[in-house]
Each structure stands twice: as C-alpha cells, then as structure tokens.
C-alpha cells in the first residue's frame, strides 16, 4: 500500500545522489531535447498568449537555455558560466515544489533556477527536478543509466485512476501530447495554416488602426521610431499607443521632449543603453511623464557616455566599442555608464601599450561578469570589464587578424541573407517575412535555402517568422524554427 511513496523515494535519491543516476557517457543533443519534452511542453511560449509577460520570460529564458545546451556540446569546452533561468510553469497545485514562488493570478507558477552543470545528462535532470517534472521516461532512452536500472527492473507506469484520484499530473499523458506536437514542417503547416489565415484576418482591421497610430503619434511628437517587445499582440500595442496618445494630450510639451527619438514599450522606464526612450507597460502615467521631464538630463548622460567611449577606443588602439542589443542583456543609460566607467578606469590604472590606430575597424562590447575574453563569430570581442589588462592585450593582439575575418564574413552573409528574404518572400508570396533577433545570419541563411526548395502554399499571404520552435500568434503571425524539419518526424 506504499507503493505510492516509490517515485517520491527515487526523486529524492536523486536530489540528495545525482551521480548515482549519471551515465558513463552524456546524452546526445537529440536524446536531451527527446528528454526534456515534459519541461518544453510545459513551458512553450505558444500557451501564453493572452500572458504577455510570462511569454516573454518564457522565450528570452528558453533562448538562453538553447545557448547553454549547444556550448554543452562543443568539442573542447572547459566551463560555462553559471546562468540563472526564470520560467513560468503550467503545473497543478499539487506538483508545485518547496522554496518555489507561489501560482500566479494567471494560475502559472514561476521556477527560478540557475544552470551550473558540466553534461547533457545531469542538465537535463536538474531542470526535470527544478520544475517538478517526472523524470521516470529518462530510464527508456539510450544512456546506460545503470543504477536507475538497478532501481527499477522496469518503468513505472501507473494506472489512469491513480492520477484521478491522487490530482497528480500524468507524465506518459504529456509525453504522448507533445510527441503528437512534434512534426514536420510541412504536415505543421496542413495542421495550422487555416487557423493562421483566420487569425491573420481577423487582426487586419487592428493592424490598420495600429498602423495609424503609431502615424500619428510619431508625426506629433516628432519621433524617430516606435517599437515594441515583440511577443505583443496587436490589441496591446494599440491600447499602448492610446494611453501614450492621451498622455501627449494631457502634456503635450513635456512629451516633445523626445523630439528624434525612439520609443520601445518595454518591462520598465528609463533610456536604454543605446538611447531608446523606455516606457515600463506596468508603469502609469505618472512615472511616465516624469521620465519625459527628465529627458534633457540624459540627453547629457548619453553624451558623456559617448565621450567615455571614445576615450576607452583610444587607449585600445582605435577599437570601437559597441552595444548590440540582440546580443546583450537590457541595461539602462545609467547600468551601462557605470559599467563603462569601471573599465575605463583600469584601462587608465594600467596603460596597455596599443599602437595608436592599430586596431580601427575592430569591434567590442562591453559585459559585466569575471570571466576571459573571447571573440564572437560575428567578428566583434567580448570583454569582462574586470578583465586583467595584460591578458587583454595579449588576447586582442593574438585574435586581431581573425577578428577581421570574421567581420568580413558577416558582411558577406548579410549580403546572402538579404537577397535569400528577398527571394523567398517573393516566391511565397508573403505578406511579410522575417526573424527573431536571436536567430542568427547564418541560420536565416540555412532556413532560407530549405525553405526555397519547397513548395508552400499556405504560406501566400502570411507574415512568417523565422524562430526557435513551432506557433501560431495570437494575431495570425505563423513562427517556425530555423532548423524546421522536413520528412518523417524525428520521434
């Protein structure tokens, strides 16, 4: 009549002796994923769509998880920084877990956690464990798994009655939902394709009044752009825009203040790193008319930053510094002067002897943790600002040539990777096409080339975006990942 507790035995064993549970070998990147289905089908974006802001931690988490789980797999790495992940969860009640945050109004649950691992295997355990997931299905693939097989002759699979009576979720139940999720691109498409036109025509009307107000707005206040987090729907963009526009009624001088700028509806108020006028959707009109007000005291701000880097470019022989915002985190004008100030002010401690003009038309950014620098694929470096000055030089000197490989390369795959979108919005006859930032040139490049090859017609008419999973958005906007793919799918 204990036979109950088993599962709850095994899942502390393995909290209090996870190498008991670790295979001589780690998993391979198609078993991860294959193991880690319960946690993707619990936390894929597409079933927030009336949550904006859970959909949005959601898939800014999921894309750093995707970043930790390929580094796990180059050859020759040494460490990965430690990475803390928020997700919100859809869970029951009863498999919410101690020291979690409690459900939310939207009856999601929030999981914070923070990736420290060294293999697939035990990353993949530690996530199960952290969102309260059965981890039982990792027992039927391929990773020699001796001691949970010492454990348990054979998986459990409990009767349905149990997890009726008990309130307890089903895994098998979940598995078998998402493996029925998991497809090829084009039987998604058969799926979806009609539910995507009808959604996609439903919000032209707002699309249309959106479009106008957004017009009006930037004709009014003299604006250089309007823009959004892109997880949005078309209904809270324009009910965003009205509350801005009953604002610039209200104070209509104080507003123009932002006269040449660019406003980002965002998670908080502020100017960002790069200058954009930030306004928190969760703020009311108050914190958002103080902002305006304070706008000629950053104005100053942004240009003192601009003369630190120009000062950091000098002392580094002419390398520019810059701030890409699909690479780095969110900082606003403040976080990202201090940040420059620390490094500059090592810099000038220790003078590193670079050749006046000798690195011009390199690149870097500027990060805050402690570890070495590196050189990115796109050609810029990666600096720590409390990086050690003599290995700075040392690193910069040694990587410079290879630097500027990569730049031009990165020229040369925009290139391509225009003239593919061009290509393939015109054959496709869409409507409109285009990428998640995260989605690198060289991935769009390798979608785009597939994609030409197919024949698609529910894609006329449609806006498509190029992603990291499978979704209709609410408005009608059809995602797909990069790496989509074609034929029998991979179960």
Not at 87 to 116: C, D, I, M
Not at 221 to 250: E, K, N, P, T, V
Not at 280 to 298: I, N, Q
């Amino acid at each position: 009549m204990f036979c109950h507790l088993r599962p709850v035995r095994r899942l502390c064993l393995e909290k209090i002796f996870p190498h008991w549970f670790l295979s001589s070998r780690t998993l391979s990147g198609a078993e991860a994923v294959n193991a880690l289905r319960p946690f993707y089908f619990a936390v894929h974006p597409d079933f927030f769509g009336q949550h904006p802001r859970e959909r949005e931690v959601n898939e800014n988490s999921l894309k750093r998880l995707s970043v930790y789980l390929e580094n796990l797999q180059k050859p020759g790495f040494r460490s990965l920084k430690p990475t803390p992940l928020t997700f919100y969860v859809r869970e029951t009640e009863q498999n919410s877990s101690e020291g979690q945050e409690p459900f939310s109004t939207s009856g999601f649950r929030a999981v914070k956690f923070t990736l420290h691992t060294r293999d697939l295997l035990s990353t993949v355990l530690y996530i199960l464990n952290s969102c309260s997931l059965s981890v039982e299905h990792i027992q039927s693939l391929n990773t020699n798994v001796h001691s949970a097989k010492r454990m348990s002759d054979r998986p459990i699979k409990w009767d349905k009655s149990y997890y009726y009576f008990t309130g307890f979720k089903d895994p098998h139940e979940d598995l078998e939902q998402v493996s029925r999720m998991e497809t090829t691109l084009t039987s998604w498409l058969d799926n979806n394709g009609k539910s995507a036109v009808k959604k996609l025509k439903n919000s032209l009307p707002l699309r249309k009044e959106l479009e106008r107000l957004k017009d009006d707005l930037s004709h009014q206040l003299q604006l250089s752009d309007i823009r959004w987090q892109r997880s949005w729907g078309i209904a809270h963009r324009c009910s965003q825009l009205h509350s801005l526009g009953r604002l610039a009624q209200q104070n209509l001088e104080t507003l123009k203040n932002a006269k040449g700028c660019t406003i980002i509806f965002t998670d908080r108020s502020g100017m960002s790193a790069v200058g954009h006028v930030m306004l928190g959707t969760m703020d009311v009109h108050h914190h958002w008319t103080k902002l305006f007000e304070r706008l000629p005291s950053y104005f100053d701000l942004q240009r003192r930053l601009m003369l630190l880097e120009d000062q950091i470019s000098y002392l580094l022989g002419g390398m520019q510094v810059v701030y890409i915002e699909e690479l780095q985190p969110v900082l606003t004008l403040e976080e990202y002067y201090s940040l420059l100030d620390v490094f500059y002010n090592r810099l000038l401690k220790n003078r590193i002897p670079f050749h006046p003009r000798s690195l011009r038309g390199l690149q870097m950014i500027l990060n805050s943790d402690r570890y070495a620098p590196s050189l990115h694929e796109l050609g810029h470096f990666n600096i720590p600002s409390l990086c050690d000055p003599a290995n700075l030089q040392w690193f910069i000197l040694t990587k410079a040539q290879q630097a500027r490989d990569n730049m031009k390369r990165k020229e040369e795959l925009k290139v391509i990777e225009n003239e593919l979108i061009q290509a393939s919005t015109k054959k496709f006859s869409l409507e409109k096409f285009y990428k998640e930032p995260s989605v690198s040139s060289k991935q769009m490049v390798d979608c785009c080339k597939r994609l030409l090859e197919q024949s698609l017609p529910y894609l006329k008419g449609m806006h498509l975006c190029i992603s990291h999973f499978y979704s209709v958005m609410q408005d009608g906007d059809l995602c797909i990942p990069w790496n989509w793919k074609d034929g029998e799918a991979i179960k």
